[in-house]
């Protein structure tokens, strides 16, 4: 069993001006093989205004889930028997409307990767300070939670081939159909929100464009100081439209700005 004491912060306090959760608090299903740490989450997001269920394991988390549907799920990767990576796959399979933050181990930089890639919203290591994690919960929430906005004015139209399929990378990116195809034709699997933002580079080359210049432009809406959505999202879709996603050619960091698209010479 894990001491709790390396999984929260040493400087964590109970807030006195937190509030009790009312009637349309948002679900929260905290998922840890900690029972102290459960405990204390528990308490901890009650006091702060959410309904909280926990499960030990990932067993007691499906029960929960045929059940119930939560607006969120915080899932240790380190649980013995099916871990946090397995359920966080299987949660994206059968609950793809629920948001999943992952608790991971300092030192696992791979668990951090392999939940991203299994279609976590956001992770935090642990020892983490829960003011943090309360934090990045409410950022996904929202996010998951938005008012859809008005149709937007159309965008403009781009030049290309007839088919309607433009070069990104060695991939060809499909606007008609909103699609992205590799090198032999085969079709690469991209959510709406990775085309929406490959759009987005494709429209503007060239042109560094800041992380709330693509939130309001490819996700109509703000971006927030703990939201790492668009980051998380550029490193997977570098895993797609980059031969060497560690060195990217074509969706490249701007620092201290955001990121720029440079098509390949032709």
């Keep these: 069993m894990r001491a709790t004491r390396h999984s929260i912060s040493p400087s964590w306090t109970m807030t006195p001006e937190a509030s009790q959760p009312g009637l349309d608090a948002p679900h929260l299903l905290v998922v840890d093989d900690e029972p102290e740490l459960r405990s204390l989450l528990v308490e901890y997001f009650g006091r702060h205004g959410l309904k909280v269920h926990a499960a030990a394991d990932a067993a007691q988390a499906r029960d929960h889930l045929a059940q119930a549907r939560p607006g ?4 240790d990767v380190n649980m013995p028997g099916e871990n946090g990576l397995a359920l966080a796959r299987w949660m994206r399979e059968t609950h793809p409307g629920v948001g999943i933050v992952m608790l991971t181990t300092a030192s696992d930089s791979i668990d951090r990767v392999l939940g991203l890639e299994m279609g976590a919203d956001d992770y935090l290591p642990k020892p983490f300070e829960p003011r943090e994690l309360l934090a990045r919960v409410r950022a996904v929430l929202r996010r998951l939670t938005v008012a859809v906005p008005p149709p937007a004015a159309p965008a403009p139209r781009l030049e290309a081939a007839s ?3 433009l070069p990104f990378g060695f991939c060809q990116l499909d606007m008609a159909q909103r699609k992205l195809y590799g090198e032999q034709g085969q079709e690469i699997e991209i959510t709406a929100a990775e085309f929406d933002l ?3 580079f494709a429209r503007h080359p060239n042109r560094p464009l ?4 693509i939130m309001e432009q490819a996700h109509n809406r703000g971006w927030e100081v703990f939201d790492r959505s668009i980051d998380l999202r550029v490193m997977r879709l570098r895993r797609k439209v980059e031969r060497n996603p560690d060195k990217p050619e074509h969706i ?6 955001g990121y720029v698209y440079v098509p390949a010479p032709r």
């Design 198 to 200: 490959l759009a987005l």
């Design 252 to 257: 490249k960091t701007v620092r201290n700005v």
């Design 163 to 165: 088919d309607e399929r």
């Design 210 to 213: 800041s992380r709330d210049q």
């Design 72 to 75: 969120l799920a915080v899932l």
